[in-house]
């Protein structure tokens, strides 16, 4: 069983190579390139957004169409095109003014839902309209949020009372990941304005046709893992756009909460939600999937970074082939995580099918690899990966399935045994067959010996005869006359006897026949 053991996971091991290198060559991790102009004097947080900063800004188009088009994901598709808008992006380096500032321009037939401002964080990021901003900071594209990633969420309107039909205070915002509340102290700016119109029918309830929202965050708010950009030209950062589509039905909500208990469940319909990341997938909480953020000069472009030393030609091609490398192996270390979730970490029957012990390595590799990004070394990646295969590997089934296995496996044993005994005996019946034949050959050998040496004797003899007849005496003539003749009248005397007794009868028969005649 140790032997099958290891072969089973040689074998493993030599199908995740295989994979690597097919993986390599199928990479899906396509992202763009973001080239953030500088603004000397950054836009103010107002909602009005006529600041001559926003001029030549970093221009996202956000909608279905243009998430299907660039790469996106779109979360329901099929349907008609809903919310529109443009995100724009600059950022600063003044003092306290420095950091990523961002300009969400919406136009939705839909109307929304209004949260409540003391509501939980987690509506801010499924029940209302607003837009939402994924950033890896430090650029570490690794699989996996924690220590890596955040999420800001930003809502145009919100309520008070609870009631989202009055959507009577302004915005709001919330980070999901890192933080999980809005904490006022980030440094966090945020302003909006709506387009609206008054419903004449109900007192305090607005129709939202589209809204305006600026915010601004700071470098010391993007700070994760005790790190932060430094906001220097040529800086790299991972992002990723989305927006959020909410309608709601007033109907809906008027007949399930006529004694006034404020119950949106019913009345609230997610339109949409799409991205300019994730080409086609939804890849969320994957920073390895986000577009390339680049502080660029006021002009939005980005000096050529400096070779060091060597042919610049040949530099910029091997680090071509490293960074090809490089994201064909995180490429094929993502792969790997996801699958080991989806099979093992986060499958019921796989974690009551094996021991805690042995499912409880999985985990801790697939976390491990989780931290695994485009900072680490392709020595590091693979390492990740390997660890994650050896890990499956390695799982042992708990005792109710070791028991099926020991069956399966005693019934394995069971035809080996048979399969062995059958072998043998065919091995015993062949010796015995090479006996038999061994035998007959001797035996024929025996024979023609036999044979040939009868017939030798045989030769032998004749020629003593032979040879003795000629020395014999000779005789006479006379003598062989003599004997001849006497022969000769023995017979005759012998065949006189032997005329029958009626012979006279005959004899008469033929004297009559002769008279006649």
């Not at 924690?146 to 915005?171: H, I, L």
């Not at 890990?391 to 708990?398: E, F, T």
């Not at 001849?484 to 026949?513: C, G, H, K, W, Y």
Request: glycine residues 6%.
């Amino acid at each position: 069983m140790k032997k099958f053991g290891s072969v089973v996971l040689g074998l493993l091991l030599l199908f995740n190579l295989c994979c690597v290198g097919t993986l390599a060559a199928k990479s899906d991790i396509k992202t763009k390139t973001y080239n953030i102009p500088l603004r000397e004097t950054p836009p103010v947080i107002d909602g009005v957004v006529d600041d001559a900063a926003w001029n030549g800004a970093y221009e996202v188009k956000m909608s279905l169409s243009e998430a299907n088009a660039n790469g996106g994901w779109v979360k329901y598709q099929g349907k008609n095109e809903g919310a529109v808008g443009t995100i724009s992006i600059v950022w600063s380096n003044k003092g306290d003014e420095a950091g990523l500032y961002f300009k969400c321009v919406v136009t939705d037939p839909t109307h929304g839902w209004a949260i409540d401002v003391l509501a939980p964080g987690p509506q801010y990021e499924s029940l209302s309209d607003g837009f939402q901003v994924f950033i890896d900071p430090m650029y570490a594209r690794r699989t996996s949020i924690k220590n890596t990633a955040m999420r800001f969420n930003f809502v145009p309107y919100r309520c008070m009372s609870g009631n989202g039909m009055c959507p009577t205070e302004s915005c709001g915002w919330w980070e999901s990941w890192q933080w999980a509340s809005n904490y006022a102290g980030s440094g966090v700016q945020m302003a909006a304005t709506l387009d609206k119109e008054d419903d004449a029918s109900m007192y305090r309830v607005y129709f939202v046709h589209g809204y305006t929202i600026e915010a601004f965050l700071p470098w010391s708010s993007l700070n994760v893992n005790f790190k932060q950009p430094e906001g220097y030209i040529g800086e790299k950062m991972g992002i990723g756009l989305a927006m959020h589509d909410i309608d709601w039905d007033k109907e809906q909500y008027i007949k399930d909460n006529s004694g006034g208990e404020y119950n949106p469940v019913n009345s609230i319909i997610e339109v949409n939600y799409f991205t300019d990341f994730g080409n086609g997938k939804n890849k969320l909480n994957y920073p390895n999937y986000y577009n390339t953020l680049i502080l660029a000069d006021a002009n939005g472009a980005v000096p050529q970074e400096e070779q060091p030393g060597g042919n610049e030609e040949t530099n910029t091609e091997q680090n071509e082939e490293n960074a090809e490398e490089k994201a064909a192996a995180l490429e094929a270390l993502i792969a790997a995580v996801d699958k080991a979730k989806a099979d093992y970490t986060e499958n019921e029957e796989a974690k009551e099918k094996y021991t805690q012990e042995s499912m409880q390595a999985v985990i801790d590799a697939v976390a491990k690899a989780a931290e695994i990004g485009e900072s680490n070394t392709i020595d590091e990646i693979n390492a990740a990966k390997t660890a994650v295969d050896e890990a499956i590997a390695g799982l042992a089934l708990n005792n109710v399935d070791q028991t099926d296995q020991d069956e399966t496996n005693s019934e394995l044993n069971n035809v080996e045994n048979e399969n062995k005994t059958e072998t043998e005996e065919s091995n015993n019946n062949l010796l015995l067959i090479i006996i038999i034949v061994s035998a007959l050959v001797v035996i024929a050998v025996v024979i023609v010996v036999v044979i040939l040496a009868v017939k030798k004797k045989r030769n032998s003899a004749e020629t003593e005869m032979i040879e003795g007849d000629s020395e014999e005496p000779e005789v006479s003539d006379d003598i062989e006359n003599t004997e001849f003749e006497e022969d000769v009248q023995e017979q005759a005397d012998q065949e006189v006897e032997e005329i029958p007794e009626d012979s006279t009868d005959l004899d008469q028969d033929n004297d009559t026949d002769s008279d006649n005649e």
